[in-house]
């Protein structure tokens, strides 16, 4: 989504925090361009269970050893002029350890997820007349955010949409992009999500939404091919189908928003998205039940102090309406598109909403620090609100029954301090 101008301008415009330069943030690396000929490879959860997956130039897709026993891995697409590499893939099973593929090691998902790292929006934006400085870790610090989220060992981690944005090319004489690939090819999207997400990748499977940037007027080709869960390559025009992961008595379902509208509500996108939204429900007594979908169903705006209704989603929020029951089962709605962090808290009446917006694309002016928080009418509903603009990356712990959260900035500094029990999700400065 396009929200503000923050993280466009100068480096040291980069951060909404006091992490702004370089210097100040540490030795954590930025990420390592690997060679185009050399092999990436990640674990992520799917319709089908846990799948391994590898970005291969090999001429065929090559056996994964897993508990050091070889497992065949098949091809999920073939090399395009786009794309010159092969996606290939491997279904995981219960039990399923130490993974081995093409020299890389990988880890399989645990039975029970009991943290969760949380981002998105994590691209460098190359559109118009905002360019970010995607060659300053200043300026673009997704590779930053993925290492120290690395170093807190999730065992899953959520991205929830929103990986491509270098759509167009980095202006002559701008030092600051200088050299980046831009459009839907493979280089792009090694530069926006393989490249900075390497050391994240390795630790933790992963759960993909798919978001706006990742329709089919922009980055579907990619994502259709490399990131979809969906047990065959769509191509597109297509969707993404709804599907659930079992987190350990808590349930989450990743549901397709990227063709939504957050201002209108034409019928047909409002009958779509209800029928996505059809299969969510809990499949075992006292299961949570929770949503991952990009575009937010509620949000809260920010100008000062002062708090208001977001108005986004207005196609999610007819439908939602529009259900007999609403969204009776649903505890938590985990959603990005809007570049800040705000948590929207209805009680026991409606679900929580979550934006974690906050990767590496450019954030909105009017959230930066401090936080703001207070009550607002949302969506006809009083609502609790927590909201920051600041780049970083949030960490989910269960504790019992219920789970406590703590935002990251580009330091590691906590910056907000969360809560979610039943629906209720509090959030506080530290």
């Known amino acids: ?127 118009g007349q905002s360019f970010q400085h995607c060659n300053d870790p200043s300026g673009w610090p997704f590779a930053r955010i993925a290492a120290l989220a690395a170093a807190k060992h999730p065992d899953l981690v959520i991205h929830v949409g929103d990986y491509y944005y270098r759509e167009t090319p980095c202006p002559a004489g701008n030092a600051g992009c200088a050299g980046s690939p831009h459009g839907d090819i493979w280089a792009s999207w090694k530069a926006e999500l393989f490249d900075p997400a390497a050391p994240l990748l390795a630790v933790a499977p992963w759960v993909f939404a798919r ?78 039940v929770w949503i991952l979908t990009h575009r937010p169903v509620w949000n809260s705006s920010r100008l000062g102090d002062l708090l208001g209704d977001g108005m986004v989603n207005a196609t999610e929020r007819a439908a939602v309406r529009g259900m007999e029951g609403g969204l009776a089962g649903v505890a938590l709605i985990l959603s990005g598109h809007v570049h800040n962090f705000t948590a929207v808290s209805f009680g026991p009446v409606r679900p929580a909403q979550l934006v974690v917006g906050t990767g590496g694309d450019t954030l909105d002016l009017e959230d930066a620090p401090p936080p703001a928080t207070g009550t607002a009418g949302v969506d006809g509903l009083k609502a609790d609100i927590f909201t920051m603009g600041r780049f970083g990356y949030f960490v989910f712990d269960r504790r019992g029954a219920d789970w406590v959260g703590r935002f990251h900035d580009t330091r590691d500094r906590v910056a907000a301090v969360c809560r979610l029990h039943g629906r209720a999700l509090i959030c506080r400065a530290p």
Do not use: Y
């Open 211 to 288: 978001g706006n940037h990742e329709d089919c007027k922009r980055g579907g080709a990619g994502w259709f091919r490399q990131l979809d869960a969906a047990p065959e390559a769509k191509t597109c025009p297509a969707d993404s189908d709804t599907f659930s992961v079992d987190l350990g008595n808590a349930r989450l379902f990743v549901v397709d928003s990227a063709d939504t509208e957050d201002m209108t509500a034409p019928p047909a996108r409002v009958a779509d998205f209800t029928a996505r939204l059809a299969p969510v429900r809990p499949r075992r007594p006292g299961e949570a």
């Open 1 to 127: 989504m396009g929200v503000g101008l923050l993280g466009a301008g100068l480096p040291s415009a980069g951060l909404s925090d006091a992490a702004a330069t370089p210097a100040a943030a540490g030795p954590a690396p930025v990420g390592r361009a690997v060679a185009a000929t050399d092999p990436i490879a990640w674990v992520q959860v799917t319709a089908e269970g846990a799948q391994a997956r590898l970005v291969t130039t090999a001429a065929d897709c090559p056996v994964i050893r897993v508990d050091g026993a070889p497992r065949a891995m098949a091809q999920r697409a073939a090399p395009t002029e786009a794309f010159p590499n092969r996606v290939c893939e491997a279904t995981l099973r219960p039990g399923d350890d130490r993974l081995l593929v093409a020299g890389l090691a990988l880890r399989a998902p645990r039975a029970r997820a009991n943290r969760l790292v949380i981002l998105g929006d994590s691209g460098c934006r190359l559109k």
